[in-house]
């Protein structure tokens, strides 16, 4: 089946770090992958859309600029959190679709990053 | 826009006693359709989707979905509840062709009593 792998799976940074998460699709490839934001006992925000090869599409309200986003390849896309502060604490969860003709479509999600900035 | 509801915030139900979880979408076409569960601190499962045909869907873990393009709802039922089954569900649809965005109902937390 479908396996999205997502790291690290907890972080702990000083404010004014940045942080990369990566997510990786392990056996198939991804041309679109999403990023989500969810906030303790509550639902998943989209954050951005990322697609290999070209710019990500962020939601309304998403600072490009701190949320870094990069697909390099069919089966990696990286969230950097560039000068955290503590208000960027929350569980990032990672997305993948599969790639046309890459089999039956559907959405496989990693197992998302608990990012605390102290 | 199109937008989810989940109408119960949280749902207790005792192990053993039949669950329906409540989902409605807002959108004038038929669009894609799922169910996920989250356990605490994890990612997504999926449960079961819908795309098109038979609108009685089976999936993992013993749950079933409905479709019912009247009432424009899409809830999740299981005959027979387990304590393992104390989760987070989400629904989410997706409207359109390839790469398009899940949007997510707000969530229902079920609890299970002994």
């Known amino acids: 089946g479908a396996v999205v792998s997502q790291h690290p799976s907890w972080v702990i940074c000083k404010s004014g770090t940045s942080v990369k998460i990566e997510c990786r699709s392990l056996?198939?490839?991804?041309?679109?992958m999403f990023w989500y934001r969810q906030f303790p006992k509550q639902s998943l925000m989209l954050m951005a859309t990322?697609?290999?090869?070209?710019?990500?599409?962020?939601e309304q309200g998403v600072e490009k600029d701190k949320f870094l986003i990069n697909h390099a390849s069919l089966t990696l896309s990286t969230l950097t959190v560039t000068s955290a502060h503590p208000e960027d604490s929350s569980f990032y969860i990672c997305?993948?679709?599969?790639?046309?003709?890459?089999?039956?479509?559907?959405?496989?999600f990693g197992s998302g990053t608990r990012l605390t900035v102290v | 826009a199109q937008s989810v509801t989940q109408p119960d915030i949280h749902i207790t139900v005792s192990e053993g006693a039949s669950l329906e979880l409540r989902c409605n979408y807002s959108?004038?076409?038929?669009?894609?359709l799922f169910w996920y569960v989250q356990s605490p601190g994890q990612g997504l499962q999926l449960l079961l989707k819908?795309?098109?045909?038979?609108?009685l869907v089976q999936g993992i873990k013993g749950f079933e979905a409905e479709f019912k393009r009247s009432q424009s709802s899409f809830n999740l039922r299981k005959p027979s509840v387990h304590w393992s089954d104390a989760a987070e569900y989400f629904c989410?649809?997706?409207?359109?062709?390839?790469?398009?965005?899940?949007?997510f109902g707000g969530g229902t937390r079920v609890l299970v009593k002994p």
């Open positions: 056996d198939f490839q991804a041309t679109t």
């Open positions: 819908y795309f098109s045909g038979d609108t």
């Open positions: 989410a649809v997706v409207i359109g062709a390839a790469g398009n965005k899940l949007t």
């Open positions: 990322s697609n290999e090869g070209s710019k990500a599409t962020y």
């Open positions: 959108y004038g076409a038929t669009p894609y």
């Open positions: 997305s993948a679709r599969r790639s046309p003709g890459q089999g039956e479509q559907g959405y496989t």
